[in-house]
Each structure stands twice: as structure tokens, then as C-alpha cells.
């Protein structure tokens, strides 16, 4: 290339070079809004990751102790229960009402249900009809129509029949109290892991809740594997769940 054409061409660079002054450019509104709730969001991350508590469960083994015997409170019969008064961690107190269990209303119970109604029916009625009969001896007796041994008669009478019914109500209790069974608690304490649930069918002797004695404390001894150790730390609060 010769200086001529080098010399020509200088004038075409600056000419191709002017100066624009400085450039800007402008972002849409959504850029700005998303920038700062991402700001806003990053900001509120690590707060809660300041102040934020993690819990982990974890299943180990492990026995309660108490420094007095927790109670095992048990049924005498087979039977259903049908009334609950209380739940897990309720404080008792002695001779209060826990639960109510009542045999299964088989045909033979039916029966004798039956049967006691129906006698009991039947001596109201004679003893009202010996009631009548010996109040109108007594009034005869007071005019001198009737003889002293009449009225003594209708009154052993009178007084068998009422021995008679109240025999027999002494019998139906017992009959009810053998379809029902009351369980209170034995002294004052806490409701523990209670072992069934309302109308649920239940044996003799069977296990139903446990009774820990009032003023009493707990004390848990657990076996931690090497691999869950590493969460505990002294004075640390831990929430148990026991079988």
C-alpha cells in the first residue's frame, strides 16, 4: 500500500469514529422486582437459619424407672369397654372413677334381666294386695270385729313379703354389679400408656393402664448408638414416646 492511499484513508477513520457520548441500558421493571425479592428471600434465609431449632427423632432402647412401682391396673371379667374417663398423663386422685367395663349382652343375661324384672313386678304387686288386706284387718280389729291372732297373721305376712322383696332386690344388685365393673384409681397419680380404647373388647386380668404415684419422677435410661450420640449435648431438652 502507498502513502497515498494510507494518507486518503485517515480521514475516513475518524470520520467512521464519532463520539456517541456514554451509553445506558435500560432493564424491564420485572428484572428490578425480581432482583430484590431474591435479595429479600436470600435475607430471610439466613435469619431462619439463625434463630431456627432442628429436631431429629430417633428410635433407641431403654427402660423408665421410678423410685416408686408404677401401678398396673387390670379388670376382674371379660367384657367391653363402654365408658373412658380419662387419658394419657391426667392426674388422678384416689377412689376417682378411671373406666367402666360391661359384659357383652348375651341371651342368657337377657334372661335373667327378664326374670328378675318380672318377679320383681309380681311381689310389688302382692305386697301392695297384702298391704290393703291388713289395714282393713286393723280397722276391723279397732271396732272389736276381728280377733287379735288375725292381725298378728296379716302382719308376719306383710313383713315376710317385704323380706321377700328386698332379698330379691339385694339379688338383682349383685346381678347388676356382676355385669359392670367400676375401675377406680387406687391412689393419687398419673395416667401412663394406656393399653386400649373405648368399646374395645377386653379380657380378665388383662393389663389396661399403668398408674404412676403422684410426687413421683421418672427417670429414663436409654442406650444411644455410637451414630445418634453425636445429637445430645448436656442440659439439652428431649421429648420421649415410649411402648
Given at each position: 500500500?502507498?502513502?497515498?492511499?494510507?494518507?486518503?484513508k485517515?480521514?475516513?477513520?475518524?470520520?467512521?469514529?464519532?463520539?456517541?457520548?456514554?451509553?445506558?441500558?435500560?432493564?424491564?421493571?420485572?428484572?428490578?422486582?425480581?432482583?430484590?425479592?431474591?435479595?429479600?428471600?436470600?435475607?430471610?434465609?439466613?435469619?431462619?437459619?439463625?434463630?431456627?431449632?432442628?429436631?431429629?427423632?430417633?428410635?433407641?432402647?431403654?427402660n423408665?424407672?421410678?423410685?416408686?412401682?408404677?401401678?398396673?391396673i387390670?379388670?376382674?371379667?371379660?367384657?367391653?369397654?363402654?365408658?373412658?374417663?380419662?387419658?394419657?398423663?391426667?392426674?388422678?386422685?384416689?377412689?376417682?372413677?378411671?373406666?367402666?367395663?360391661?359384659?357383652?349382652n348375651?341371651?342368657?343375661?337377657?334372661?335373667?334381666?327378664?326374670?328378675?324384672?318380672?318377679?320383681?313386678?309380681?311381689?310389688?304387686?302382692?305386697?301392695?294386695?297384702?298391704?290393703?288386706?291388713?289395714?282393713?284387718?286393723?280397722?276391723?280389729?279397732?271396732?272389736?270385729?276381728?280377733?287379735?291372732?288375725?292381725?298378728?297373721?296379716?302382719?308376719?305376712?306383710?313383713?315376710?313379703?317385704?323380706?321377700?322383696?328386698?332379698?330379691?332386690?339385694?339379688?338383682?344388685?349383685?346381678?347388676?354389679?356382676?355385669q359392670?365393673?367400676?375401675?377406680?384409681?387406687?391412689i393419687?397419680?398419673?395416667?401412663?400408656?394406656?393399653?386400649?380404647?373405648?368399646?374395645?373388647?377386653?379380657?380378665?386380668?388383662?393389663?389396661?393402664?399403668?398408674?404412676?404415684?403422684?410426687?413421683?419422677?421418672?427417670?429414663?435410661?436409654?442406650?444411644?448408638?455410637?451414630?445418634?450420640?453425636?445429637?445430645?449435648?448436656?442440659?439439652?431438652?428431649?421429648?420421649?414416646?415410649?411402648?
Amino acid at each position: 500500500m502507498t502513502n497515498q492511499q494510507i494518507l486518503m484513508k485517515k480521514p475516513r477513520i475518524g470520520l467512521s469514529a464519532p463520539s456517541l457520548g456514554p451509553v445506558r441500558l435500560n432493564a424491564p421493571l420485572q428484572y428490578h422486582l425480581a432482583g430484590w425479592l431474591s435479595l429479600l428471600l436470600v435475607v430471610a434465609l439466613l435469619l431462619f437459619m439463625s434463630v431456627a431449632k432442628f429436631g431429629a427423632t430417633h428410635v433407641v432402647r431403654g427402660n423408665i424407672d421410678a423410685t416408686k412401682g408404677v401401678l398396673t391396673i387390670t379388670n376382674d371379667f371379660t367384657g367391653i369397654v363402654s365408658h373412658l374417663y380419662i387419658k394419657e398423663g391426667d392426674k388422678v386422685k384416689a377412689g376417682q372413677t378411671l373406666l367402666v367395663i360391661k359384659r357383652p349382652n348375651t341371651q342368657y343375661l337377657a334372661q335373667q334381666q327378664t326374670f328378675f324384672e318380672q318377679r320383681m313386678h309380681n311381689l310389688a304387686q302382692m305386697y301392695q294386695l297384702k298391704k290393703a288386706k291388713h289395714l282393713a284387718l286393723l280397722k276391723l280389729y279397732d271396732h272389736q270385729y276381728l280377733a287379735d291372732l288375725k292381725v298378728k297373721e296379716a302382719e308376719s305376712e306383710l313383713l315376710a313379703l317385704a323380706n321377700q322383696i328386698n332379698s330379691l332386690k339385694a339379688q338383682y344388685s349383685d346381678f347388676k354389679n356382676q355385669q359392670t365393673q367400676v375401675i377406680k384409681a387406687p391412689i393419687d397419680g398419673i395416667v401412663t400408656n394406656i393399653l386400649f380404647y373405648k368399646k374395645q373388647h377386653v379380657h380378665a386380668e388383662q393389663p389396661l393402664l399403668h398408674l404412676l404415684p403422684a410426687q413421683k419422677k421418672l427417670q429414663a435410661v436409654l442406650y444411644v448408638p455410637v451414630r445418634d450420640i453425636g445429637f445430645l449435648r448436656v442440659g439439652q431438652t428431649i421429648y420421649l414416646h415410649y411402648d
